[in-house]
């Protein structure tokens, strides 16, 4: 193995040019696996993710005053957050950054909680009066939105000192609890994850078994945020797809041609190391192992650059939305991606490396070394 291993590494060294040509194909193939995976990876479930990561509420309902027993020990009920006072305030037209009209605004202690965990991206919690945090999806632009006033008819000026995102839609802003009273708050929200809740069906009966008085009109199924989220992603999701299964086929097969044509064009080497005393199988060895050192370089740096360049693409899908959504590129990605890149060039480099296997040493070296008529020649002396 030891002079198999010397064989390999002393080919690589020879042949710089040719090993960089094929780890620089490895590398941008690498890329295009990583960027059509994670697009069509986005065409599955980025919401539902977010939603689970977020502790999403499957029902933000609103009470006209708090209800009694919350419903926490239903069997149908997962678990609860709240009684949070709600109003809907009017914020006058002052040109600044939050735009004029109603309000939705909840008083909440913190971001956290057993239901509807908001993730507060930017500022700090409103902990006293005269403070607000605004609902807005993570986006550097929103930034500016920090520090500016919201001046609200028939009510105080609020500073913004946080920006939060609720997947489940649960407020356009939060205050302090103590603060919502001088908002004049008209009902109260209870937040609400249920055991069964794949279908509508599923969250009228746990709501009826939890609030049997309580219109549809009063409470809101995530279902609807998840639909409304998905209508936008159902726009590209063609274009998704075909791009994900082009870039998937491309990149397999330049990376086989190019593998296999750098085994071919190296057939009188093949014969020569026979001549020498290497077995068939070692020889194959060499070739693998000669292909692979260079292809695993591309893939490990073509990996680190198809997350990069993923990422910005696979955000544009969901830009714009009001609910936060997790886009990205999973782990699985990555890994399917690190196993299957060289298990394709290995597999491009054996089938011809097995034909030679089976050339007596002269044959080979006649074969290589004669060139013929025919395609590819100029391509495989440039590879040899």
Request: net charge positive; aromatic share 6%.
């Amino acid at each position: 193995m030891s002079a198999v291993w010397r064989v390999a590494v002393g080919a690589v060294r020879r042949r710089r040019f040719n090993s960089v040509v094929l780890g620089v194909v490895v590398l941008c193939s690498t890329v295009a696996v990583v960027v059509a995976l994670g697009l069509l990876e986005t065409t599955s479930a980025p919401f539902d993710r977010t939603f689970d990561q977020q502790r999403g509420a499957h029902v933000v309902a609103v009470y006209d005053e708090s209800p009694a027993g919350q419903g926490v020990r239903r069997p149908v009920v997962e678990a609860v957050a709240g009684p949070f006072g709600q109003a809907v305030a009017t914020v006058a037209d002052t040109g600044e950054g939050v735009p004029p009209g109603p309000l939705t605004v909840v008083g909440r202690a913190g971001p956290g909680g057993p239901v509807d965990r908001v993730n507060l991206w930017a500022g700090h919690w409103a902990t006293g009066p005269g403070q607000i945090v605004v609902n807005r999806p993570p986006e550097p632009f929103f930034r500016d939105l920090l520090g500016t006033t919201v001046t609200v008819k028939d009510g105080p000026r609020l500073t913004v000192v946080g920006l939060a995102s609720s997947v489940s839609r649960t407020a356009e802003a939060w205050v302090a609890p103590a603060q919502i009273r001088a908002l004049h708050p008209v009902g109260v929200q209870m937040l609400y994850r249920f055991r069964s809740h794949d279908t509508e069906a599923d969250l009228r009966a746990a709501m009826a078994a939890v609030a049997p008085g309580l219109p549809e009109s009063d409470w809101q199924s995530y279902l609807m945020v998840k639909h409304d989220v998905a209508r936008t992603a159902t726009a590209y999701l063609p274009f998704l797809i075909g791009f994900g299964v082009l870039g998937l086929t491309v990149a397999v097969l330049i990376v086989a041609n190019v593998v296999s044509g750098a085994v071919v064009a190296g057939t009188r080497h093949i014969g020569v190391l026979k001549s020498v005393g290497f077995t068939p199988a070692q020889v194959v060895a060499v070739y693998l192992v000669m292909v692979l050192l260079p292809a695993l370089a591309g893939c490990l740096l073509g990996v680190t650059l198809g997350g990069l360049a993923a990422q910005p693409l696979l955000g544009l899908v969901y830009q714009g939305l009001e609910a936060e959504v997790g886009v990205g590129v999973s782990p699985w990605v990555y890994a399917v991606t690190l196993a299957g890149v060289p298990v394709v060039v290995v597999s491009a480099a054996l089938v011809p490396a097995s034909r030679a296997y089976r050339l007596p040493a002269a044959e080979a070296i006649k074969t290589g070394g004669s060139p013929r008529p025919g395609r590819g020649r100029r391509v495989q002396r440039l590879l040899a």
